[in-house]
């Protein structure tokens, strides 16, 4: 009886032993023919009744090892079975990668709405005589914060929600340290902008975690807190209307002093009151100032010798007023229908 | 900064309305974020006599009350059960409104008409730190003596305004009611009116009897001041001070407590009161802890702490985290007869590291890690010893401890006057320079040409020249600002880098390819690599980790831009868009070694996606177009990366060097993207790439010669790669300017395993017009190379 359990497993797996000439369902019918109703071992169960009480229970746990072992030679043969099927798949598919090219272009694309915006404002200061030079993403924190003037364990510290990769390394949460980079390379004349990805721990409904800013830094001789509202009525009239106006209201940033925050007229009721400016005619677009001297030391400038100024803003707040975009999600969801309406 | 108006007024006079005020507050630099009106949510509430009470006529439970209201006498049905008559009480009257939003109408109750209602504290939102008997239940009982027909608010306390007022972080002085007051006054031009704060000592006894401190640590502690006040009686605060505390958020406790909390909200130094009896020795010790000592503060949670922690001492036990949180055995309880209070300046930096370390936030914490000031440290051991005797709460013993280490910093700021219009680019009169100087408390002198500034002490932030010049302009007003566009810089040349150049240039190639651009985040979770079915040891598993990610999906910053592409293509087709076709430029990031020592290499890449329109064919197209604007010819080998299909894939070959490569998405890799569409794309290093680029461009004479056309059928074994046979027929013919596959065959017509391959060939020469011989020799010869090569059959 043993060996005839025995011999019946054997027979299964050599019939599923070679699969290379077998199709899937050819397999499954050996399956069938093995595990089924009217398989052997099936029978075998119903002629439990014909042998000895005291020996049933040992023949059926025997009949089921049997079982286990046939369904196990299965399960392994199915997966080679898949794993041959798709390789049969892909054989099949494969194509002569030499061939030539189509070239049917099916309409013209779209840039990102912030790389819309951001070239838009980079040609405004360019024409100003302002160099676009990018920084990297991860930063020191020397960079990102110590240069800036805000040291270890400063209040200042809590404006921004910090990513940290280790004590000492981070994900820039502004475009700013670029300005140190670049001071503590060139002496000026410095007329430089700065756009790119910053991060901060933040997410929810009007925040996301990463997102983009362009930042601009002027240091010279003469350079005046008129010079900057100058400048940025210049870049807000080129990038909005030429009746926007600029108006400056008293904040703070440790790497500038005095520092502003930026309001523009509403771009979309032009200084009425709107539902977008909740009533007020302004809207608040950037934050600016004149560049902390110790920003300059740190660098290596003389503060005595040289002022300068410093602006930033966020490009997707930018593109939301420019388009009316509603929601800041939309900008890194990238549906194809949201892509296409920018030009 | 949530500051009540009428506390405001305690220290300057404020006669415009709050919506004036807090505009002026906004061109000072002081952003009001939100104006509460206390009472907004109540109307048409007055007080009402109770004159006459009545058994209803139909209802057991009910009762008919006259109310004289002052001008009217009003009929209301109540079910109160605690009014009697003479009781004056709050009276919502027809056509009321209750902070939950209920309008008050009248109408009859079981047939006898009510004219309103009788309100309980509840009902106005009240409880007992506005008015007493506010928690009872039942109608709100109002002082005998309050006059009828009064609006309910003022009676309340509601009659008053909530500003929160944003305060930057360079301004700890202004987190305090005291410190808006200064600057109130500054935009109203008044004077800011700072009481003595004087009261009176039993100069019999001194508080050496009581207390000794030893400050062992003075670089974390410059100041340290203890004040007692003995036979006290712990008690409910004043309505008054209740009152105020309830409209900035806290909750009257009891009056030793509240003076601390109120003197926190008034004063902004935080400040801690100590049962008298729980000092053990008599003794308090500030000092360092030591390492792996332990406290359990007022939360009842055991903390250790280290040799960086400084905590307040008796002579056997640390009793409270200096600063953070006192402890939990020393605190004022019903039974405390004697207080010792303490008014300190601790080191905001170690206060800041600690309370992090150690995972507790107070207001204490909070506020000390802002800042605080030794002169308001000063003023607010004076305020609690004066406000313990003005509301009786004990005695208070003469003499006070004070050990201070700190030197009073150097509080004079001189500098060149021109410099005021070296940076702000106008000119502000000296005079008004002086009178603006001095509203902000800072007396300046003008002299030889010099601008020599005393700075008060509560003004740590002032620093320097520029600081003061920002002090000027602020009051000044921004609105003096004449825009300039920098009429005396130096000239530059704008631009950008050539790296920038190159990208901005191949964006708009794939646009004109018809590619839309997307922008994905700058990290992803592990498992967007796990999907692609990359080897362990490959170089895109070795990941940068975020400390503090936001999520396990977002705790890497990227390896690859595919996993970003792959969310993106199969996000629009779950969303039912036929079809889209989209690249991406963006930085990978390259740690040098894990975990980073130094800044990782940022690598720039593009990567480029599509579906629903377009097959191998179409990306190879776009590929070899984009290179080709740059000067490069795209080569092809078959690609093994495991996320792509091993017969519908490449590696992008330029000069010999991969850069890339582009294919079919693998299915095993589109299964686990959830991607239903077929799908392609390409993933280059873009920083590889471009250091092949070519950008000289040399003019090529237009040939003067025409060309010849000839075609030519071979039969091949399929798996000749076409790119290989048209390669062979170009080797060593200058004349042959082109050849181009036009078709493919296999079928009936060619035996199986073969293919035939059709190829058209243009000849020129740029001397001459080529001849049928010249032609016909050069067609053996590309045959002969073939038959050689391939083992070609002329078909």
């Avoid at chain 2, 939003?101 to 009788?118: A, F, P, Q």
């Avoid at chain 2, 000390?368 to 308001?376: A, I």
């Avoid at chain 2, 362990?536 to 999906?553: T, V």
């Avoid at chain 2, 090529?700 to 059928?713: G, H, N, Q, T, Y």
Wanted: net charge negative; glycine share 8%; proline share 4%.
């Amino acid at each position: 009886m043993n060996d005839k359990i025995r011999e019946l497993v054997e027979n299964c797996k050599s019939r599923i032993s070679d699969l290379s000439n077998m199709a899937a369902a050819e397999l499954q019918k050996i399956k069938s023919e093995s595990l089924g109703k009217n398989s052997e071992l099936t029978n075998l169960l119903k002629s439990m009744r014909d042998i000895p009480a005291e020996e049933r229970p040992r023949f059926g746990q025997m009949v089921n090892e049997a079982r286990k072992l046939i369904e196990e030679a299965f399960a392994d043969a199915e997966r080679k079975m898949k794993e041959k099927t798709l390789r049969d798949k892909l054989e099949k598919e494969r194509v002569d990668i030499t061939l030539p090219c189509d070239n049917a272009v099916q309409g013209r694309g779209h840039l990102h709405p912030i790389t819309l915006v951001a070239d838009e404002i980079m040609d405004i200061f360019k024409g100003l005589g302002f160099e676009v030079l990018e920084g990297p993403e991860i930063e020191t924190d020397y960079y990102c914060f110590e240069a800036l003037n805000i040291p270890k364990n400063h209040p200042a510290r809590d404006m921004q929600d910090t990513f940290y990769i280790t004590d000492n390394i981070l994900l820039r949460t502004h475009t700013s340290p670029n300005q140190v980079r670049v001071m503590e390379k060139k002496q000026p004349p410095i007329k430089m902008l700065c756009p790119g990805k910053v991060y901060r721990s933040d997410d929810d409904a009007s925040h996301s975690p990463m997102f983009h800013q362009i930042e601009g830094l002027v240091v010279d001789k003469h350079i005046t807190l008129c010079d900057l509202q100058g400048t940025l009525e210049a870049f807000a009239q080129a990038l909005f209307d030429e009746k926007t106006k600029t108006r400056f209201r008293p904040s703070f940033f440790p790497f500038t002093e005095p520092s502003v925050e930026v309001d523009l007229t509403c771009s979309n009721c032009g200084g009425k009151g709107c539902k977008l400016c909740k009533g007020t005619g302004w809207i608040e677009v950037l934050g600016a100032g004149m560049v902390h001297p110790k920003v300059l030391e740190n660098c290596g400038i003389s503060s005595e010798k040289y002022t300068g100024y410093a602006f930033g803003m966020g490009l997707e707040r930018i593109a939301m007023i420019k388009y009316g975009i509603p929601n800041i999600k939309l900008f890194f969801e990238n549906d194809a229908r949201f892509l296409k309406q920018f030009r | 900064m949530k500051a009540l108006l009428s506390w405001l007024k305690d220290f300057v006079d404020i006669d415009i309305d709050v919506n004036t005020l807090c505009d002026k507050l906004v061109s000072i630099g002081f952003e009001v974020e939100d104006v509460e009106y206390r009472g907004k949510n109540i109307e048409n509430v007055v007080t009402g006599k109770i004159l006459k009470i009545e058994k209803h006529p139909d209802a057991d439970k009910l009762v008919v009350c006259d109310i004289d209201v002052g001008d009217e006498t009003l009929q209301i049905v109540t079910g109160a059960n605690n009014i009697k008559e003479g009781d004056v009480v709050p009276v919502a009257k027809h056509g009321a409104r209750l902070p939950d939003g209920t309008v008050i109408k009248k109408g009859k109750l079981r047939g006898v008409e009510s004219n309103g209602m009788l309100c309980s504290g509840e009902e106005l939102g009240v409880t007992e730190d506005d008015y007493p008997g506010a928690s009872v239940y039942g109608i709100l009982i109002l002082d005998a003596a309050t006059p009828l027909g009064m609006d309910i608010k003022p009676v309340l306390g509601l009659d008053d305004y909530v500003l929160d007022i944003g305060v930057t972080s360079n301004r700890p002085d202004c987190q305090s009611i005291l410190g808006i007051a200064r600057e109130v006054a500054v935009a109203l031009g008044k004077k800011v009116k700072i009481p003595e704060f004087s009261y009176t000592s039993d100069s019999s006894d001194d508080i050496g009897n009581y207390v000794s401190a030893d400050v062992q640590a003075p670089d974390l502690c410059p100041v340290y001041l203890m004040g007692a006040v003995k036979n006290v009686k712990i008690a409910p605060s004043p309505l008054w001070m209740r009152r105020r505390l309830r409209a900035v958020g806290l909750r009257g406790i009891s009056n030793m407590v509240d003076i601390t909390n109120y003197i926190l909200w008034e004063l902004g130094q935080p400040m801690h009161a100590f049962d008298y009896k729980d000092i053990r020795d008599k003794s308090i010790i500030v000092r360092r802890a030591k390492d792996g000592e332990t406290i359990i503060p007022l939360d009842n949670k055991t903390y250790t702490l280290d040799n960086d922690v400084l905590v307040i001492a008796d002579k056997e036990r640390a009793v409270g985290l200096a600063g953070i949180m006192g402890g939990s055995n020393s605190g004022i309880k019903d039974d405390t007869t004697m207080v010792v209070f303490e008014a300190a300046k601790f080191s905001r930096e170690n206060i800041r590291k600690n309370s992090r370390k150690l995972g507790i936030r107070s207001d204490s914490s909070a506020r000390f890690e802002k800042g605080v000031n030794s002169f308001t440290t000063r003023l607010a051991l004076k305020r609690a010893m004066q406000l313990s005797q003005q509301m009786g709460c004990g005695v208070c013993v003469g003499g006070m401890i004070d050990i201070t280490s700190e030197t009073a910093h150097a509080d004079t700021i001189a500098f060149r006057f021109s410099k005021i219009k070296r940076l702000l680019g106008i000119s502000v009169p000296k005079a008004k320079v002086i009178a603006i100087l001095d509203t902000l408390g800072i007396h300046a002198k003008a002299e030889d040409g010099m601008l020599v500034c005393d700075v008060p002490e509560y003004r740590d932030d002032l620093e320097r020249d520029c600081d003061i010049i920002e002090e000027i302009i602020r009051v000044y007003g921004y609105d003096h600002i004449k825009p300039t566009l920098l009429e005396n810089a130096s000239i530059t040349h704008g631009g950008r880098t050539k790296e920038k150049i190159y990208v901005d240039k191949a964006k708009n190639i794939l646009v004109g390819l018809g590619c839309d651009e997307i922008i994905t985040y700058g990290f992803f979770g592990k498992s967007s690599v796990d999907k692609l079915g990359v080897s362990a040891d490959d170089e895109m598993y070795r990941l940068i980790r975020i400390k503090n990610p936001l999520g396990e999906e977002v705790s890497c910053m990227r390896s690859t831009l595919i996993p970003g592409m792959l969310n993106t293509l199969s996000l629009n087709q779950s969303r039912a868009n036929r079809a889209a076709c989209l690249f991406e430029f963006g930085k990978v990031f390259k740690p040098m070694s894990i975990p980073l020592e130094d800044l990782p290499y940022e690598n720039e890449r593009l990567c480029v996606g599509f579906y629903g329109g377009g097959n191998f064919f179409r990306l190879k197209g776009i590929i070899t177009a984009l290179l080709g604007e740059f000067g490069c010819d795209l080569e092809v080998k078959r690609s093994d990366r495991p996320y792509l299909h091993p017969g519908v894939s490449a590696d992008i070959v330029v000069d010999g060097e991969v850069v890339g490569c582009f294919g079919a998405v693998h299915p095993n890799a589109a299964e686990k993207y959830q991607l239903t569409e077929e799908t392609f794309i390409a993933d280059i290093d873009f920083d590889r790439l471009s250091a092949h680029f070519n950008e000289t461009v040399k003019f090529k004479a237009i040939p003067k010669f025409p060309a010849v056309e000839r075609d030519l059928s071979v039969v091949v074994d399929e798996s000749v790669p076409v790119g290989e046979l048209i390669a062979a027929a170009k080797q060593n013919i200058p004349v042959l300017e082109e050849v181009s596959l036009f078709d493919i065959y296999q079928g009936n017509q060619v035996e199986k395993g073969k293919k035939s391959v059709s190829l058209s060939f243009r000849f020129r020469s740029e001397s001459k017009t080529l001849t049928d011989d010249e032609i016909e020799k050069h067609m053996k010869k590309i045959l002969g190379a073939l038959q050689h090569g391939f083992d070609a059959k002329l078909r």
